[in-house]
């Protein structure tokens, strides 16, 4: 799952709250904001579902770099799942908090493009970890299940179940932060590895290496994200190339990403909207998945829906229909006899999910995310905003600096795990990656099972 990537969204959408009363004024008649005061508690009223529960479990853990001279500290917190069951739960400020933190900060003729979002606006983890838990946060194994289906169809079935446990329902008005050029977020599960990496940050580009040595699956992505203002929302294509690669079956699985939308009108909402294409070269298979949500007029009728087919090429012969909803449960069925089959069950998969831990201290990275943002963390969860506010600051400033530095000496900046290029296909540009390191050892910080 993925959050757009960048603060500037997040200040249109309050900027555009600010500057659109009257056309709610219209929407929603029983009730009509007099004042500006007044308009803002309506707006709060409006999205008092948007504090939707996150569970975080605080964990603190120190290390030692290397050299032994400054200790690390990880501050983890719980992955975006279905639910809240935690007692340390991590709540969204209310939006009329939210608005105010922003009209603070933000003057008549500011820059916004070197703006530097507060922290209330933040969920305590970044963009990179949102972007690996994804991958790595479930209960249930289903990409034991893609590399051992006995037959072609079932593992593509199962690599489709795999990709929508990919998206979470996610928070209006808040965001991870944009992790800094080189951050690193490091992670394992089971025998999966997972390793991701900025490898870019003028255009935010992520990369990512996962493998699982004893089911013999790798994966090799790249996500970066392109926002346009429509108007009464914000549509972020979510570009680049996921590839999924069954060793032992021979078998290389090539996917996209529907389009993240931030909707401000007629009620605030965060959907997956778009189309998706599986495919699978080898076997001739193909899935095409449509993402579909609530209409203009809020009616949710296709509400966090999924419909689809999968087809076998060149002929493109329908062989089973696809249907369901991403947050409850997808089936397909064999059009030849009308059977039908559930591929996935959100509730199994991304419910009561367990917080990721440090296993091993001493080989955390200073790179790391949980490193790099942890009393950024510690000052969101303790609702601590000055102290949260500082910590990003610094972080921010000093980002700034080393770039600085770099264009003064002339140095251009190489990703330590991953080899980053950028081709132009049809006018546009398109980025790929391939890992430095083909075996991935376990990682420091471990999911329990």
């Given at each position: 799952m993925f959050y757009t990537h960048s603060s500037f969204l997040l200040i249109h959408t309050y900027l555009w709250l600010l500057c659109y009363p009257f056309s709610l004024r219209a929407i929603y008649k029983d009730s009509r904001p007099t004042s500006f005061f007044s308009f803002l508690k309506f707006q709060f009223m409006c999205s008092n579902y948007i504090s939707e529960k996150m569970d975080t479990k605080l964990q603190v853990n120190e290390g030692v770099k290397e050299n032994e001279e400054e200790e690390l500290a990880a501050v983890l917190t719980s992955p975006l799942s279905l639910d809240g069951d935690s007692a340390n739960e991590y709540r969204a400020p209310n939006l009329l908090q939210r608005i105010f933190s922003l009209l603070k900060n933000v003057r008549p003729g500011s820059d916004l493009t070197r703006f530097s979002l507060p922290a209330i606006f933040n969920i305590p983890k970044s963009q990179l970890q949102c972007y690996g838990e994804s991958v790595y946060c479930v209960n249930d194994d289903i990409l034991s299940r893609c590399a051992n289906g006995g037959t072609p169809l079932e593992r593509l079935a199962s690599v489709i179940g795999w990709s929508i446990s990919m998206y979470r329902p996610l928070m209006f008005g808040v965001a991870p932060y944009n992790p800094i050029l080189g951050e690193t977020h490091y992670a394992s599960r089971g025998n999966l590895n997972v390793l991701l990496e900025q490898v870019s940050h003028h255009p935010p580009v992520s990369a990512l290496h996962a493998t699982n040595e004893k089911d013999n699956i790798e994966m090799i992505w790249c996500q970066y994200a392109i926002p346009k203002f429509q108007g009464?929302?914000?549509?972020?294509?979510?570009?680049?190339?996921?590839?999924?690669?069954?060793?032992?079956?021979?078998?290389?699985?090539?996917?996209?990403?529907?389009?993240?939308?931030?909707?401000?009108?007629?009620?605030?909402?965060?959907?997956?909207?778009?189309?998706?294409?599986?495919?699978?070269?080898?076997?001739?298979?193909?899935?095409?998945?449509?993402?579909?949500?609530?209409?203009?007029?809020?009616?949710?009728?296709?509400?966090?829906?999924?419909?689809?087919?999968?087809?076998s090429s060149p002929e493109m012969k329908t062989l089973y229909e696809i249907n369901g909803r991403w947050d409850r449960s997808v089936t397909i069925e064999d059009i030849s006899n009308g059977k039908s089959t559930v591929i996935y069950n959100a509730k199994d998969v991304i419910s009561s999910l367990k917080t990721p831990i440090v296993k091993e201290p001493k080989e955390l990275w200073a790179s790391e995310s949980a490193v790099i943002w942890s009393k950024v963390n510690e000052g969101i969860l303790s609702k601590s905003w000055d102290k949260a506010n500082d910590a990003k600051t610094a972080i921010e400033e000093k980002e700034r600096e080393l770039a600085r530095s770099r264009m003064l000496k002339g140095e251009t900046w190489v990703p330590k795990h991953f080899v980053l290029s950028g081709s132009k296909e049809t006018g546009e540009l398109v980025w790929e990656v391939e890992p430095k390191n083909i075996k991935l050892t376990t990682a420091p910080i471990v999911v329990p099972l």
């Open positions: 009464t929302s914000i549509e972020t294509r979510v570009l680049g190339k996921r590839e999924l690669r069954l060793l032992n079956k021979g078998e290389s699985y090539v996917m996209n990403s529907p389009n993240l939308v931030i909707k401000f009108l007629p009620v605030p909402d965060v959907e997956w909207l778009g189309n998706v294409t599986i495919q699978c070269r080898e076997s001739g298979l193909e899935a095409h998945l449509c993402y579909k949500g609530n209409s203009f007029l809020g009616r949710k009728g296709n509400y966090r829906s999924v419909r689809g087919k999968i087809v």
